[in-house]
């Protein structure tokens, strides 16, 4: 099996949607940070439901901070399959991250970018709730979690509460029989 080190820095940053709603299980994860990249919370989804969610796009002067884990290539394809990779929605970018904790050693990863921007978008209440919990959950820097916390955000629309449970079986990876 051949593994790679996938770059988190949204709502996969939390265990909860990547071990559960996704159903990876890594076999590391890292806090870290990526310079030359910046965070932006103004990306459509790919179905309308009136709100954004988290990207990162290239930005000498910046630096975001996420979670990488060493996961399988099946398991990065999965990733790519339920994150739109195939039809635009995002695409793969090789970065290079600085792990936080001691050895801090560089290394590479995938994370998935996007130009497509929302004008006048902004996350829900809920999204950033998860992003929130993941960087706690993996000790990213107080001054990353002050940021994201100061995100100005929405309550969740009624949109994004039906289409849910049908993108909890796209991002659910089926288990071997």
């Excluded at 949204?10 to 910046?38: D, K, L, Y």
């Amino acid at each position: 099996m051949s593994w790679v080190w996938y770059f988190a820095y949204g709502s996969n940053m939390q265990s909860a949607t990547f071990r559960g709603r996704r159903g990876i299980e890594p076999r590391r994860a890292h806090a870290v940070r990526a310079r030359g990249w910046r965070l932006v919370l103004d990306k459509p989804p790919l179905v309308s439901v009136g709100h954004s969610f988290a990207n990162v796009v290239p930005d000498d002067a910046a630096t975001a901070y996420g979670v990488i884990y060493e996961i399988s290539t099946e398991d990065l394809a999965h990733v790519e399959y339920s994150e739109g990779v195939q039809i635009g929605n995002y695409c793969r970018a090789d970065i290079e991250v600085e792990v936080l904790a001691s050895p801090q050693e560089s290394l590479r990863a995938v994370t998935l970018t996007s130009d497509k921007r929302g004008q006048g978008l902004q996350p829900s209440l809920r999204y950033m709730g998860l992003l929130i919990e993941g960087a706690l959950e993996h000790a990213l820097p107080e001054e990353w979690v002050t940021m994201l916390r100061a995100v100005p955000a929405i309550e969740e629309s009624d949109e994004a509460k039906a289409v849910r449970g049908l993108l909890d079986r796209v991002m659910k990876k089926e288990k071997p029989r």
